[in-house]
């Protein structure tokens, strides 16, 4: 199984979902997507987790972000873990589960670590852009929940970074300042960033965020 890293096309599959079978890169589009995982169905971590992306959709929506998850488990228990995770979590499910009883995406995407767990995926985070390159990757432990802020936070960065030539700081949130990339000339910097600059080191270099009115 090869590795996947950052910058790699995201490998296309053909899956079983909840909403029907879906070929990942046209599913795609020309938008951005998030796959993740879960060790299985009707487990707690998960549970919250389902609902918290539900919750989040229009976030994602706003970014052009689709979501779709996956567990090895198969669609009739996906089906019954949905009713249990909108009861539970006041919320409607509103994004594709993948039901990967044969692991092949699993496997795949390298999502099961034998000396984790033989069987079950751990919660692996795909963010792949609209050029259909793998941009992030985040794997968490089966007992460590997802911070979904953090993603949003991530996939803001990742937007803004690949059309500006700009990077974000630690702790970065939209709206804040950000760095200017250092193949930029601090004498070229007013003509590309208008918005003005402050040089706090000849190599660290921060403008107001470029995309923002």
Same mark, same amino acid.
């Given at each position: 199984m090869a590795t996947i890293r950052l910058g790699d096309v995201a490998p296309n599959f053909t899956a079983n979902t909840t909403e029907g079978t879906i070929d990942f890169h +046209?599913? $795609?589009g020309d938008g951005w997507g998030i796959l993740f995982s879960h060790p299985a169905d009707y487990t707690p971590v998960c549970t919250t987790e389902l609902g918290t992306v539900a919750k989040y959709k229009a976030e994602f929506d706003k970014r052009n972000v689709k979501v779709v998850a996956l567990s090895v488990d198969g669609l009739e228990s996906h089906k019954g873990w949905i009713d249990d995770i909108n009861e539970t979590q006041h919320t409607e499910v509103n994004f594709p589960i993948i039901a990967d009883e044969d692991r092949k995406v699993s496997e795949l995407y390298d999502m099961i670590h034998p000396n984790a767990d033989s069987k079950l995926t751990v919660r692996s985070v795909f963010v792949i852009g609209n050029d259909k390159k793998v941009k992030l990757i985040i794997t968490y432990p089966a007992s460590t929940g997802r911070n979904f802020d953090e993603l $949003?936070?991530?996939?803001d960065s990742l937007q803004l970074t690949a059309y500006h030539k700009v990077a974000t700081p630690a702790n970065?949130?939209?709206g804040e300042d950000v760095v200017v990339v250092p193949a930029i000339a601090t004498k070229d910097i007013p003509a590309i960033f208008p918005k003005g600059? #402050? +040089?706090? #080191?000849?190599? $660290?270099? $921060?403008?107001p965020q470029p995309n923002l009115d």
């Open positions: +046209e599913w $795609l $949003l936070r991530v996939i970065w949130n939209n600059f #402050k +040089e706090v #080191k000849p190599y $660290l270099r $921060l403008t």
